[in-house]
């Protein structure tokens, strides 16, 4: 049985940083995309960032590039996001997303490419 765990979020000032990290078990770690997604009250999913477990350059969407980091830890089957100069319209709860992936061109932020998610973890940026 897949499982994704995420942990990591919490409450911070615009500016802030927070790194959220995405646990994955019960699958191979390698060969599957791992993507982080985010969702808003009354908007609709998005992909923040996404990376390939056998490697390449990750995914990023074009309102958190510079701001946001996403790594991995195959030993230890993580995912991370680090998250840098916090806005309040990053606030949302923050997911995490897998599936199989035959290589790095399937590489995506589309939440249809994902089959496996997590519960989510909050995070609240405020003044």
């Known amino acids: 049985q897949v499982q994704l765990v995420e942990s990591g979020g919490g409450s911070v000032h615009p500016g802030g940083s927070l790194r959220l990290s995405c646990l994955a078990s019960?699958?191979?770690?390698?060969?599957?995309?791992i993507g982080w997604f985010r969702q808003a009250p009354g908007k609709e999913r998005e992909g923040v960032a996404s990376?390939?477990?056998?490697?390449?350059?990750?995914y990023y969407a074009d309102s958190v590039k510079g701001r946001f980091t996403i790594s991995q830890d195959n030993a230890k089957n993580t995912v991370w996001l680090q998250m840098n100069n916090l806005k309040p319209d990053d606030t949302a709860m923050y997911l995490c997303?897998?599936?199989?992936?035959?290589?790095?061109?399937?590489?995506?932020?589309?939440?249809?490419?994902?089959?496996?998610w997590g519960q989510g973890t909050q995070v609240t940026v405020s003044s």
């Open positions: 997303a897998a599936n199989f992936c035959p290589g790095i061109s399937w590489l995506s932020l589309s939440t249809a490419d994902f089959v496996y």
């Open positions: 019960g699958v191979p770690y390698r060969g599957n995309c």
């Open positions: 990376i390939y477990t056998n490697g390449g350059s990750p």
